[in-house]
């Protein structure tokens, strides 16, 4: 099968081919081609437009308009004004280019040699190097002498002179610039205040800025799949618009390294020992290799240094936000890197936390939300009251606003900061700390708040898949931390709700939400039974007999609505009756018993009748029903069952000569049949409650 080439491999591959031929024709007369010239630089300055030249294209067209050749100015002028380089400029490039100017018979025209100082300018801010126009200075300021390139000069050496500070001896230098050319510098220049030299292409740089930010999220989204292990710039150098530095060493000696030079794991761990700090340590908010850095220097001073940094820049956005409605784009900037760097961290800065403590009073609860919620999600373990005085009731008040909408983004917030806080308990490292006993009440704390909302939010709004989804998904995660109190001792099991159980079964009936349920109830019933058994070493929790034995009526009156058909009895060990009152019960059996076809009102919520499962089932039985005949032990092909299975119609089945299926093996096939297409919350919830399905889930 032939291989499928894509678009923009077919346009590599053209402007591949397009370099190779202009690379000949710029060596041949014009009579002698056998291609035409502006064609081909029509093409590669397309490509180059929208792709970037990759460094060895651009060091190719590069060498093309500096070593002698044939083409004509305009068309070398047309050439050097496309060339975009997609990523940093190296070092050889600049020098290529300061070695061609000058006089004399192999160096290109004065025209040509203008054009390529203005693209110095251009491109200054994503050289590679920028010190090597410094180290070249000498001789660029001996070329000021030619008068056909001058002005470019001058407007070279002054981007230099404002890259490297107003010190004395450069204002000396300004004066000299003066001299020669004071239509470019000007006497408010060596004063020390902004010259009247101007960028020469702000179009251009606006295009060069989009071509470098759309490589470096490529290059990003490789590094994250490839080397996470080297620092990536962030494209054009926006010192006007960027808030959070790049990470840059400029205080490196010979026997250090510093990040830049880092070039995949195995060198960053060679070198670990001997990397430099970067000038500003803020960086590594941005910067994931920095990040990783600083996480394992294991050092306070990194940390204190970035926070120093944050809290400066928040105290400024606070006092700014006095003055103006909404976010500001520098502060959304920062706070979005501050959730990447809490993401990788799983802590919160405390510059960013006394952030937020001061902004939500001023709020107003959906600007921003995803991003102020995600911060908070990191809030550390701490007392639930003070966290609510301070925090949560401040976010409560600004986002609840009697919608569904409103309490269901703020129960996922709470499943959010649930994870956060669980992953903290758990790494405790010594269980018998005198600190475990606060973190485990302020955990229980934040559960049983969360708990109230979801309850609410079931009991005060009309459901919808995205609410119902909300609380599950909490006592999913609620589920998931008590499920290690077999092993951790600091764990505590908290039951759900008692209505929140029958509310989810009864009111929001779905084949979803009724699997997510049984299985979040089996995980408490495992966990129950391990820790009954054998507690960990240096558990402190006790569960009152009443509190399991509570918990067990969840379980007795789910069994009873769907395995054992005696929905809503009470008379069972442990079993609540769905908390339905016992003068509910006539009525609500005179009404089904009234229905046309009569419905058995205790089967009413069994694996054949339930709304959720009765078409299910009976699909179930129809491939079971298939497989036995295949087998041949069905029966006659043409007696087949009709309607909801039950036990007395199998045996019917069986005396009318169809497949003969106990009731057991039917309900056991049924569970089985769903588990096979991912509905496994109900079989769990069966296998591990029903004691006589043991043995059958083995086979």
């Known amino acids: 099968m032939p291989a499928v080439v894509s678009a923009e491999q077919t346009s590599t591959q053209e402007f591949n081919q397009a370099l190779q031929d202009l690379e000949t024709a710029s060596k041949q007369p014009a009579k002698s081609r056998t291609h035409q010239v502006q064609p081909l630089i029509q093409s590669i300055c397309t490509f180059a437009y929208e792709n970037g030249l990759p460094t060895l294209a651009l060091v190719s067209l590069v060498d093309v308009v500096t070593s002698p050749n044939h083409l004509d100015q305009a068309n070398t002028a047309v050439l050097i004004k496309g060339l975009y380089p997609a990523g940093k400029v190296p070092s050889d490039v600049i020098c290529t280019i300061i070695n ?89 220049a060596v004063a020390g205040k902004p010259s009247s030299f101007e960028y020469p292409d702000p179009e251009w740089r606006d295009q060069l800025r989009s071509i470098q930010d759309a490589n470096t999220r490529s290059l990003e989204a490789m590094r994250l799949n490839g080397n996470p292990f080297k620092v990536v710039r962030r494209g054009v150098k926006r010192s006007r618009v960027a808030v959070v530095p790049e990470a840059l060493t400029f205080r490196a000696d010979e026997s250090s ?42 050092n306070d001073l990194p940390a204190q240094r970035i926070d120093d940094w944050l809290s400066l820049f928040f105290d400024a956005q606070l006092q700014f936000q006095e003055q103006m409605e909404g976010l500001g784009k520098p502060l959304i900037e920062v706070l979005e890197k501050a959730l990447n760097h809490a993401h990788y961290t799983k802590s919160l800065p405390t510059s960013v936390y006394s952030f937020l403590e001061a902004f939500l009073d001023r709020w107003d609860g959906t600007e921003s939300r995803e991003l102020v919620l995600g911060l908070l999600a990191y809030l550390p373990l701490q007392d639930f009251e003070d966290l609510h005085r301070t925090i949560l009731s401040k976010l409560e008040a600004a986002m609840l606003d009697n919608t569904a909408e409103s309490s269901g983004a703020l129960l996922e917030y709470y499943t959010f900061l649930l994870r956060h806080w669980t992953s903290l308990l758990l790494s405790v490292p010594d269980s018998q700390s005198p600190e475990v006993p606060r973190m485990t009440t302020a955990f229980a704390a934040l559960a049983n708040h969360a708990s109230l909302l979801s309850l609410s939010l079931l009991a005060s709004h009309p459901p919808s898949q995205a609410t119902i989804s909300a609380v599950l998904a909490y006592h999913e995660a609620l589920a998931h931390a008590i499920s290690h109190a077999t092993t951790r001792p600091q764990i505590r099991i908290l039951t759900p709700s008692t209505a929140t159980i029958y509310l989810l079964v009864f009111l929001h009936p779905s084949l979803s939400t009724l699997s997510r349920l049984c299985s979040v109830l089996a995980t408490y019933k495992r966990t129950f039974e391990t820790t009954m058994i054998k507690p960990p070493p240096g558990s402190r929790h006790e569960y009152p007999r009443d509190y399991v034995n509570h918990f067990n009526g969840f379980l007795m009156d789910i069994c009873n609505l769907l395995w054992r058909s005696r929905a809503f009895n009470n008379t069972d060990t442990n079993a609540l009756g769905c908390l339905v009152p016992a003068a509910v019960l006539p009525p609500l059996r005179a009404y089904v018993d009234a229905l046309r076809p009569p419905q058995p009102f205790q089967s009413l919520f069994s694996l054949s009748h339930n709304p959720s499962l009765s078409g299910l089932s009976i699909a179930a039985f129809r491939d079971l029903e298939d497989k036995m005949r295949q087998e041949g032990g069905g029966g006659r092909a043409r007696t087949k069952h009709t309607g909801p299975v039950t036990q007395r119609s199998l045996e019917a089945l069986a005396m009318d000569g169809g497949v003969k299926v106990v009731w057991a093996d039917y309900r056991l096939e049924v569970l089985k049949w769903l588990g096979d297409r991912g509905v496994d919350g109900i079989g769990e919830l069966m296998f591990c409650t029903m004691k006589h399905l043991m043995a059958a889930k083995s086979a």
Do not use: C
């Open 100 to 188: 061609s100017l000058g006089q004399g018979q192999p160096k290109p025209s004065p025209s040509t040699q203008n054009l390529l100082l203005r693209w110095l300018v251009l491109v200054y801010e994503v050289l590679d190097d920028p010190t090597i126009l410094v180290r070249l200075y000498n001789v660029l300021f001996n070329l000021l002498d030619m008068i056909s390139i001058r002005s470019n000069f001058a407007l070279t050496l002054l981007e230099l002179s404002r890259s490297y500070g107003n010190e004395p001896a450069l204002l000396g230098l300004l004066k000299v610039y003066k001299k020669f050319y004071p239509d470019v510098i000007i006497g408010q």
């Open 257 to 298: 390294t510093t990040l830049e030079e880092i070039d995949g794991v195995h060198d960053f761990v060679d070198k670990l020992e001997k990397i430099a700090l970067p000038n500003q340590l803020v960086s590594a908010i941005d910067d994931p290799l920095l990040r990783k850095y600083v996480v394992l220097r294991g």
